[in-house]
């Protein structure tokens, strides 16, 4: 008999209880975090913008016996180890499990256990095995995509789907032929896609807000609209609690990269529907409720994207696009119903993300309102505060120059007080635009250096909160999110040419051998280390003064996970010492039996051709030095050569002599001298023989 559909797990009433404590306690907002908790009063907001459309209890469509889930899981094992004697055994094997999950495709994925194991089935699936479970699954898309665990097996298809539309519509020729069965219908990936969106079809509101399929349907709007899906896309496709289920060693990998595209024509007028009618069924109040839905939000910030980057910015005008149903007053001034939506998302840990993408993608005329009307007075404030900030950081991307020179002024005061709370993520977005923009950055320089300021002047210690206390017995440092945003504000410092990057680099150069290797250890402070060896802004000085604090600790450094990538970095921040790059050879030379034995360890050794060192040092080190160059240095000695005609001529004209002109040089030179020493023996025997003569 068929049982009642429950959430997942014995323990949920007790969970359900404890969340709405737990979303009493969430006021501070994290960037990029998509949330999806039991929304109160969730069911009753689905049904009452979609007018009550909403679908019934979700079928039940059987279990799985006692056998079948013993061999299901073990497929599961096999395949997640994916320890196979060659790709012909895998192939063998996917095909006899498709065979045994014949006619239980909708079992499998509704199973808690097993639903993993059809998950890794579509990413090693061929096109023709993708078709099949496409059309096992039609239909029933509706109910599945709204389910816990099928929903994430829908999710999985679509993307992995996704290439073989484009590959069909580039190579009809490689379209699967009709097969001999009377029985079996030839369908395109193309048609399986607009089927699957007919389904959907009038339960887009519902489906936008609710917790399971709201996910999946921005991957299929995603899909449609051709879009790669960027980390920022993803973002708000996919939760960050989302298990990744994938295949060690499988060619396509864990992370399912889905690039721009090429999509019928069909897709985008598929897509165009879509968006209107998810418009059209929503009434403009209901519409910006949906704006600080935790659901809700993200599906519409990506319909809005969608729809202006993909059917012209000239849709805001549209009275049934989104942006104009969000924003319907023109101009939009203080009193209006565009006010108080705008006002009312500042502030808001959701709805200020809609309110990003607005900023991002808005026409310039919509924009330039905006801004002159609400935040061009407000920089500073917006600025100072933890969620407004974000949006001061999508306005600053938008300013021309004398608009970011404005808002820089404001900003700059605010400085003190933002690197006291930790919100440095606004000060290292305007040092960005104001590279690009070209304005001055010594009001920056000067607030940091204060800001930032001890005993020894700018301490890059400080902005990497890092101190000879903060040290653990096993050199590991605390990964936090306020060390990840000071290293990514010194790193942008050290982009700037001039006093702002001399900050970081000074500062780097004066640091103790014993804080230079605690920086290297930390794995996120190394990465400003990583940085500032490989800058184009670092001077040789600074460089050779920098690697000389790891003498005698290379070995060790390369050991260690965050260290060996500051090892790796200083084969390119040898560039012009190659003297020195052969010291740090010496050294990894030397531990080579500690290296061999460590992952991390062999990996240094691989970057830095230590085989070849021990194989052949003479090729290796006339490799280095060709690669590693010498500016700014004395050149390395070769033999007769500095006096020759050719080496004064380049010597006069400032031009170094390329590797292969050293080489024809040098041949020609111990020529010429062979020559010399044969017509002197010649000589000689001459003399010799006259006398005997006499």
């Not at 797990?9 to 979303?23: A, C, F, L, M």
């Not at 007018?51 to 079948?68: C, I, Q, R």
């Not at 936090?480 to 790193?491: R, T």
């Not at 001077?539 to 790891?550: D, L, N």
């Amino acid at each position: 008999m068929p049982k009642e559909h429950k959430k997942r797990g014995r323990r949920e009433e007790e969970k359900k209880r404890k969340r709405d404590v737990d979303d009493d306690t969430t006021s501070k907002r994290h960037k990029n975090e998509d949330v999806d908790e039991h929304i109160p009063d969730a069911e009753a907001f689905q049904q009452e913008a979609t007018d009550g459309v909403t679908p019934a209890a979700l079928p039940f469509y059987g279990m799985l016996d006692d056998d079948e889930q013993e061999y299901f899981k073990r497929a599961d094992e096999m395949l997640e180890l994916n320890q196979f004697d060659d790709a012909e055994a895998r192939t063998l094997f996917l095909e006899s499990v498709y065979k045994e999950a014949d006619g239980k495709e909708l079992k499998i994925a509704n199973s808690q256990s097993c639903s993993r194991l059809l998950e890794r089935l579509i990413l090693l699936s061929t096109p023709d095995q993708l078709k099949g479970l496409f059309q096992k699954f039609s239909g029933h898309f509706l109910n599945l995509v709204q389910h816990r665990f099928a929903s994430h097996c829908c999710e999985a298809l679509f993307l992995q789907a996704a290439p073989v539309v484009t590959q069909e519509l580039a190579k009809p020729d490689l379209q699967t032929p009709p097969s001999s069965d009377p029985d079996q219908v030839f369908v395109s990936m193309e048609n399986l896609f607009l089927y699957t969106l007919n389904e959907l079809e009038g339960y887009v509101g519902f489906l936008m807000t609710d917790r399971f399929a709201s996910h999946v349907l921005r991957v299929l709007l995603v899909i449609f609209s051709g879009s790669p899906l960027e980390k920022q896309t993803k973002s708000v496709m996919q939760s960050k609690r989302k298990e990744k289920v994938g295949v060690a060693g499988s060619e396509k990998g864990q992370d399912l990269v889905l690039e721009k595209r090429t999509v019928p024509q069909s897709f985008l007028r598929a897509l165009e529907k879509v968006i209107n009618d998810s418009v059209s069924g929503f009434e403009p109040h209901y519409l910006r409720s949906l704006s600080t839905h935790p659901l809700g939000n993200p599906t519409l910030q990506l319909l809005l994207k969608l729809e202006l980057s993909h059917f012209g910015k000239s849709r805001a005008k549209d009275e049934k696009s989104i942006i104009h149903r969000l924003l319907p007053d023109d101009p939009i001034a203080e009193g209006t119903e565009s006010a108080s939506f705008i006002n009312g998302l500042v502030y808001d840990p959701i709805g200020s993300r809609l309110l990003e993408t607005i900023i991002e993608n808005a026409p310039g005329k919509l924009f330039k309102s905006i801004y002159g009307e609400f935040f061009k007075e407000r920089m500073g404030s917006l600025a100072r505060n933890e969620i407004a900030g974000y949006v001061a950081g999508k306005i600053l991307e938008r300013l021309g120059k004398d608009d970011l020179e404005e808002a820089m002024r404001q900003i700059v005061d605010q400085i003190p007080n933002l690197v006291e709370r930790n919100r440095t993520s606004i000060i290292k977005t305007l040092i960005e635009r104001c590279m690009a923009r070209e304005v001055d950055t010594s009001p920056i320089k000067a607030q940091l250096e204060t800001a930032y300021g001890g005993s020894n002047g700018f301490e890059v210690t400080r902005i990497l909160k890092l101190s000879g206390e903060d040290a653990k017995p096993n050199g590991k440092q605390e990964h936090s999110p306020e060390k990840v945003h000071g290293s990514l504000l010194a790193q942008t410092m050290m982009l700037v040419e001039g006093p702002l990057g001399s900050l970081v680099f000074d500062s780097l150069a004066n640091l103790s051998p014993e804080l230079s290797i605690q920086i290297a250890r930390d794995p996120t402070a190394s990465r400003t280390l990583q940085a500032a060896l490989t800058s184009k802004n670092a001077s040789v000085i600074f460089r050779r003064k920098m690697i000389q604090q790891f003498y005698g600790k290379v070995g060790e450094l390369a050991l260690d996970p965050a260290a060996s990538r500051v090892i790796d970095a200083i084969w390119d921040g040898t560039h012009g010492l190659a003297f020195i790059r052969e010291r740090i050879a010496e050294e990894l030379a030397e531990n080579e039996n500690s290296l061999r034995e460590s992952f991390v360890g062999r990996a240094v050794w691989r970057n830095w051709k230590m085989d070849l060192y021990k194989r052949n040092r003479y090729d290796w080190v006339k490799q280095s030095r060709y690669t590693a160059g010498n500016d700014g240095f004395q050149s390395f000695p070769e033999s007769n050569t500095a006096t020759s005609p050719q080496n004064q001529h380049n010597h006069r004209s400032g031009r170094q002599m390329t590797a292969i002109e050293l080489a024809r040089q040098k041949h020609a030179a111990s020529k010429a001298a062979g020559a010399k020493r044969k017509e002197a023996l010649a000589k000689k025997d001459g003399k010799r023989d006259g006398r005997g003569e006499l």
